[in-house]
């Protein structure tokens, strides 16, 4: 699985070039509840309800004292407020209780499927959340797997799966080393853009040809003709 891992990101990289990525490591403090915050709303939701939440408790340790109902007060524009809420309170007081302060650098000495557990065993926290931390803001060689790269990932062949969690140990059994980051982004915009859950504009895909889905559309393309990647050898 290596291989064809290394030869699809190749393939991404060239249609929709190097995922732009912040020279500076975000705190994984931060990027844990930045990602409970984004799920199941859109980037800018959940930005607005981080800002917000950041705004009127700059110190995550003045979380530790507040009720629940102000952290939903601050996190309303997101969606899902109770769960979120609880979710960010609870993985808050637990850790503080732990190690007595709020700092996740005790996963530097674990490795991932390690880390993973550690994170997941948090009320709220899941396999996608956790390895967003592990990948966005300590740079592991990791692939988080959220709908989009589980559906595209299926329909390509590089796994057969029946949900995300389970997509996500098996393409991450023995991920190649320094591309993650690229991987996973432009593995989401492919699926938001040309891989789409109804109709797939297979037409323009840049790895259709070594996509292994049996109801691909060529139909109705939204792009011009000569971005088609349809007849073009792809290997």
């Known amino acids: 699985m290596t291989k064809e891992i290394k030869r699809i990101n190749n393939l991404l990289l060239k249609y929709f070039g190097v995922p732009p990525k912040s020279k500076k490591l975000p705190d994984p403090v931060d990027m844990l509840i930045a990602t409970i915050l984004s799920q199941n709303t859109n980037d800018s939701n959940s930005y607005k309800a981080y800002n917000n939440l950041k705004k009127h408790y700059p110190d995550w340790n003045m979380l530790l004292n507040v009720r629940l109902s102000s952290i939903e007060k601050e996190i309303r524009v997101a969606g899902l407020g109770k769960q979120k809420s609880k979710a960010i309170k609870n993985f808050i007081t637990r850790l503080f209780k732990k190690i007595n302060k709020l700092s996740l650098k005790h996963l530097s000495s674990l490795n991932n499927i390690e880390a ?37 990932l299926n329909r390509i062949g590089l796994v057969k799966t029946s949900a995300p969690d389970k997509t996500f140990y098996e393409l991450n059994k023995e991920f190649p080393k320094k591309i993650a980051h690229s991987f996973h ?19 323009v895909c840049p790895i259709v040809n070594t996509c292994k889905y049996e109801n691909k559309n060529y139909s109705e393309s939204e792009y011009p003709v000569e971005k088609s990647f349809m007849l073009l050898d792809n290997v």
């Open 116 to 152: 993973i557990n550690e994170l997941t065993n948090y009320e709220g926290i899941g396999v996608k959340t956790a390895s967003c931390v592990l990948l966005f803001a300590m740079d592991r060689d990791i692939c988080p797997v959220d709908t989009h790269v589980h559906r595209t």
């Open 185 to 203: 982004t432009n593995l989401i915009r492919l699926g938001r853009e040309i891989c789409k859950p109804q109709k797939p504009n297979c037409i």
